[in-house]
């Protein structure tokens, strides 16, 4: 270990958060100026805790910048058919520029078939599949937001990727795969490991950039990490006595490391801060 990398710089989300909030929160100011107000619609089926947490930040952030929020929730019992209704409401709904439904779904509602059922031009979630064909070809379109916080947390640290080896941990359609394309448009070598990778250490220990997002606790410890490395962790789980941590074994790991994210307050802050990105630049678009 160098002594160079004994403390990794810690990346704040939650201080960057505030910066992209306000530089949001200025440029809805200027749209209302021409008679726009930002407006997102938020669906919650059901009564699941962390989805009621999670709606609701998003509708204080939402709030907060000026924005104009609809929160619509529903019995767990809504019909499929009710869903897809409302969903069309609002897709010709001209004071709504994006519309997010909170997963997941009860079982009887087909997810797939909701997500598709949105506008493309409001699917500020980034999840439809247009969106994804326009990230993996380069076309404009809205980038998922986890991932999307996450480029904006490296570009906060002036990483340049270009020919950097970055090691995605996780192949889901929400976080690891838009990751791994947003990191190859940056043109940086890009290695996607999943649950049936043989050798996980063999491949982080390549990398200049490991992203974890897995949902499972010391995915990734110290002696998995190149040093020097930078590492964002979009984990969230609970520790053995309770309390929030990532997949990424944080005090080991801030050792090698160059430069960290904290859970809390690294990535997931960034989340709700690019969904307010994506429906300001869905206002935006309108206003042209």
């Not at 809805?28 to 699941?48: C, E, F, W």
């Not at 309770?242 to 074994?249: N, Q």
Request: charged letters at 20%.
């Amino acid at each position: 270990m160098t002594e160079a990398f004994l403390s990794a710089r810690i990346i704040d989300g939650v201080a960057l958060s505030q910066t992209l909030r306000a530089d949001v929160a200025a440029r809805a100011h200027a749209l209302k100026a021409r008679g726009i107000t930002p407006g997102l619609a938020v669906i919650l089926v059901g009564d699941n805790p962390a989805s009621q947490v999670y709606v609701r930040n998003k509708v204080k952030g939402c709030l907060d910048c000026g924005f104009h929020s609809v929160l619509d929730q529903h019995e767990a019992t809504l019909s499929e058919a009710a869903l897809l209704a409302r969903i069309d409401a609002l897709n010709h709904d001209p004071a709504i520029h994006g519309i997010l439904v909170q997963l997941p779904l009860p079982a009887h509602i087909d997810a797939a078939k909701v997500i598709e059922a949105i506008s493309p031009a409001k699917d500020v979630d980034g999840f439809h599949v247009a969106s994804a064909g326009a990230l993996m070809t380069g076309m404009p379109g809205f980038w998922p937001c986890t991932p999307y916080g996450c480029m904006k947390m490296l570009e906060s640290i002036h990483f340049d990727l270009r020919g950097k080896h970055a090691v995605v941990i996780g192949r889901s359609n929400i976080v690891g795969k838009p990751m791994a394309l947003m990191l190859l448009q940056k043109n940086a070598t890009v290695t996607i490991c999943h649950s049936a990778t043989k050798d996980l250490k063999a491949m982080t220990l390549q990398a200049d950039l490991i992203v974890a997002a897995v949902g499972k606790r010391n995915v990734l410890t110290a002696d998995m990490v190149k040093p020097g490395a930078v590492v964002l962790d979009v984990g969230m789980n609970r520790n053995d006595a309770g309390k929030l941590c990532g997949d990424v074994d944080f005090e080991g790991v801030r050792q090698v490391a160059s430069a960290i994210t904290p859970v809390p307050g690294g990535v997931g802050p960034m989340t709700i801060t690019m969904l307010l990105v994506n429906t300001l630049e869905a206002a935006e678009r309108t206003a042209r």
